[in-house]
């Protein structure tokens, strides 16, 4: 069974940071693409970053570029997503998810984890 | 960026009655990178469809999605209490959207 578990999560100061993990089961994790996508609470899904199977390509929204980095230790059956220069609209649950490769691109999202959350706030 | 546009916003139907869900993109999306995703209150999201129109693993059939170009839309046949929910499309053709979702709720 695919498990995915968040962890991380918390109250930051605005233009602080934080790391979230995400530890995988239940799939050979190495070959599959990782995203992690967010939802501000009452809102919509918001796509954040995504991560290849070696980890030798990396993807980001454009609005996460330069302050988010994907990254992932196979050995350990973990995802990392480290948030810097976070502000208030970065508020949201984070959700790991296992991504299905689609010709080349990161595509949709087969597993999900129950997601973390991250209070940007004073 | 591809601005996918959910409709309508809310959907109140009653059990047993059919849903209609659109999903309009911006630019033309390939059937190939289409999804749909369900989601209920305080849960992660559910991969229902992908491809458009294929069914994910352990997709009752009365979800079907169809489409091509700008225009897909999601029909479940005929509503069942677990079927109330928001859901939401997904582009994965060029980077990554979501649509804002629609509301199914009792009516």
């Known amino acids: 069974e695919v498990q995915l578990l968040e962890s991380g999560g918390g109250l930051v100061q605005p233009g602080g940071s934080l790391r979230l993990s995400c530890a995988a089961s239940?799939?050979?994790?190495?070959?599959?693409?990782m995203s992690w996508v967010r939802q501000a609470p009452g809102k919509g899904l918001e796509w954040v970053s995504g991560i290849s199977g070696s980890g030798g390509s990396t993807y980001y929204a454009d609005s996460m570029k330069g302050r988010f980095t994907i990254s992932r230790d196979n050995s350990k059956n973990a995802l990392y997503l480290q948030m810097n220069s976070l502000r208030a609209e970065d508020t949201a649950v984070y959700y790991c998810?296992?991504?299905?490769?689609?010709?080349?691109?990161?595509?949709?999202?087969?597993?999900w984890g129950q997601g973390t959350l991250v209070t940007v706030s004073s | 960026e591809i601005v996918l546009t959910q409709s309508p916003g809310t959907l109140s139907l009653s059990p047993g009655e059919r849903a209609t869900l659109s999903c309009r993109a911006s630019q033309s999306v390939s059937s190939t990178y289409l999804a749909w995703y369900q989601q209920k209150p305080g849960q992660a999201p559910r991969l229902l469809i992908y491809g458009a129109s294929s069914r994910a693993t352990g997709i009752p059939d009365r979800f079907s999605g169809s489409g091509s170009g700008t225009d897909f839309t999601l029909t479940i046949s005929r509503l069942e209490p677990e079927d109330f929910a928001v859901y939401y499309c997904?582009?994965?053709?060029?980077?990554?959207?979501f649509g804002q979702g629609t509301k199914v709720e009792i009516k």
């Open positions: 997904q582009q994965y053709g060029s980077s990554q959207t």
């Open positions: 998810a296992k991504a299905v490769w689609v010709r080349g691109v990161i595509g949709y999202f087969d597993y």
């Open positions: 239940g799939f050979t994790f190495s070959s599959y693409a």
